[in-house]
């Protein structure tokens, strides 16, 4: 009998107390904007997690003003949304990138672990830190002094595709794989250029820290679930290979990004986190922008040959031997015009990025105070803000048709991003990608080569020829690679 009251008084606690949480306290005492329906005591709203896009679309047209609150386990959301939302969202001082991402991203393992060191450091220490290492990276007399490397990397990828005996490439491998080296030259070391063993370990396990972010090692960061196990894995062989390469630099100094970050009095593990910091920020974004760009120039005749025109012209402007393969002319061309004289190229890119980059950007309110909305509505102190994308880059006020991949979009005179904040794929506001510069850089080298070498078109893995490019799976959390299977077939250029 006694059991029963027991078990009874138990389960009517647990009711009341979940009851109360859900009710009062997880809601808060500020005035946030309306919950969406199916937030879940202890899980909060499951759709942010299983289809985001559709998610974000459905809440904001439920909400009166647009915006709306929701919880990811026991972190409080906001999502703002229109151009008020966005000007609060990515101008205000409280709210911060690090701790937002820190939280809410879920995917950088504690590399500490395998280091003896006692460090305790906060998301803004570790982010000040990277980023005045990235500073030193990207400044543009240290990017120039890599471009010969860069260049060479380029070339060699181009001669893979090329003796590559089945004449088809899937971008979103060989391309991508580029992408990274050209990472690794900016900022990473020289062994891993080298030895393609190490390359492709590093590779490797940054996809498996990837796959290991979610929901949950976002609500549940400590318990050793499956993905937190993987992450801690990846972070473990990333941090065995780095350290490998840290204990040969006693005998040997090189001239390269790590030796510079030893040299800061960097440890290995703070070498580990750089690395990681840099392969989520720069790889995936560039990786799959520049693949998903060259399958929508084989399926635009246009765009090809307005684009492939401008190789030649600025080849031709260059070239020793106008008359030598064109590929060979782009060998003359300098580290400025690469920069500066791909036009119709940076269009091409700057459409697949609107497209591509349809995720969901974090910030936490940091400050004592409530964040104001403008409309009585606040983002409360600790709480999270979101911003989605999709929100500017599918908006067809904007953007007419804006699921169509369309580079005349950017053309001189008829940019569609001059309204407040309508392009957000470089980010905006206090946080403007840093790799911009870089990025930009290295999409114009591979595109310029690869247009210089091949003609090419798209197929499935059947061999049949494809008009269209790869389906963008909007819910996605970040840029990712197609469900579908997209080579691109190639055929070396004469001249
Ligand atoms: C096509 C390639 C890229 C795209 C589309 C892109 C996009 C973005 C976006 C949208 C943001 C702002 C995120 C936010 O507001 O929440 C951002 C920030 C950032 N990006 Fe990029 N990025 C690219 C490449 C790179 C590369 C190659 C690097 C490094 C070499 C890089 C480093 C950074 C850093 C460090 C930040 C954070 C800035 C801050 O905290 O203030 N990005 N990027």
Do not use: M, R, V
């Given at each position: 009998m006694s059991t029963l009251l027991v078990t009874t008084t138990s389960l009517a606690a647990l009711i009341i107390y979940v009851l109360v949480h859900t009710l009062y306290i997880r809601k808060g005492l500020h005035k946030t904007p309306q919950f969406v329906r199916g937030n879940y005591p202890i899980l909060g709203a499951v759709g942010f997690w299983t289809r985001r896009w559709d998610f974000f679309k459905e809440a904001r047209s439920f909400s009166k003003s647009g915006n709306f609150s929701f919880h990811a386990g026991s972190n409080l959301l906001v999502c703002v949304t229109g151009e008020k939302g966005r000007r609060v969202f990515y101008d205000s001082r409280e709210l911060r990138l690090e701790e937002g991402y820190s939280v809410l991203?879920?995917?950088?393992?504690?590399?500490?672990?395998?280091?003896?060191a006692d460090l305790r450091e906060d998301a803004r220490s570790t982010h000040q830190r990277f980023m005045r290492h990235l500073q030193h990276f990207i400044k543009i007399d240290y990017i120039r002094s890599r471009f010969p490397l860069m260049r060479a990397e380029v070339r060699a990828g181009m001669e893979a595709i090329k003796n590559d005996p089945r004449g088809v490439t899937d971008p979103f491998d060989s391309i991508y794989r580029l992408i990274f080296m050209l990472l690794i030259h900016l900022a990473g070391g020289d062994e891993m250029a080298k030895d393609h063993n190490i390359a492709d370990e590093i590779l490797y396990y940054f996809a498996m820290l990837d796959e290991s972010a979610g929901a949950t090692t976002v609500m549940f960061p400590r318990t050793p679930s499956w993905p937190f196990l993987k992450r801690t894995y990846a972070g473990f062989r990333l941090y065995t290979v780095v350290d490998n390469i840290v204990k040969q630099r006693s005998k040997q100094r090189l001239d390269d990004p790590i030796q510079y970050l030893l040299d800061e009095g960097e440890r290995s593990y703070k070498i580990v986190e750089f690395l990681i910091g840099i392969l989520f920020a720069g790889l995936l974004n560039s990786g799959i922008n520049a693949a998903y760009t060259m399958c929508c120039l084989a399926s635009s005749p246009e765009w090809l040959a307005k684009a492939r025109q401008e190789v030649r012209l600025v080849a031709g402007k260059y070239a020793k031997d106008p008359n030598g393969p064109l590929y060979r002319q782009l060998d003359d061309v300098p580290f400025n015009a690469f920069e500066t004289d791909f036009p119709a190229v940076g269009a091409c890119l700057k459409d697949s990025i609107r497209l591509n980059q349809m995720m969901a950007q974090f910030r936490r309110n940091c400050s004592r105070h409530a964040i104001k909305l403008g409309n009585g509505e606040v983002i409360p102190p600790g709480a999270f803000a979101t911003y989605h994308v999709g929100d500017a880059h599918m908006d067809p006020d904007i953007y007419p048709e804006p699921e169509k991949w369309d580079p005349s979009r950017w053309s001189p005179g008829v940019e569609q991003d001059k309204k407040g904040y309508a392009f957000v794929g470089w980010g905006c506001g206090k946080h403007p990608c840093m790799g911009m510069r870089f990025a930009k850089l290295e999409q114009n080298l591979i595109t310029a080569y690869f247009l210089a070498y091949f003609d090419f078109h798209l197929e499935d893995e059947h061999g049949s020829k494809l008009a269209e490019p790869p389906e963008i799976d909007y819910n996605q959390h970040g840029p990712g690679r197609p469900k579908t299977k997209h080579f691109l077939k190639v055929t070396p250029l004469e001249k």
């Open positions: 991203f879920g995917q950088i393992p504690d590399t500490k672990l395998n280091d003896d």
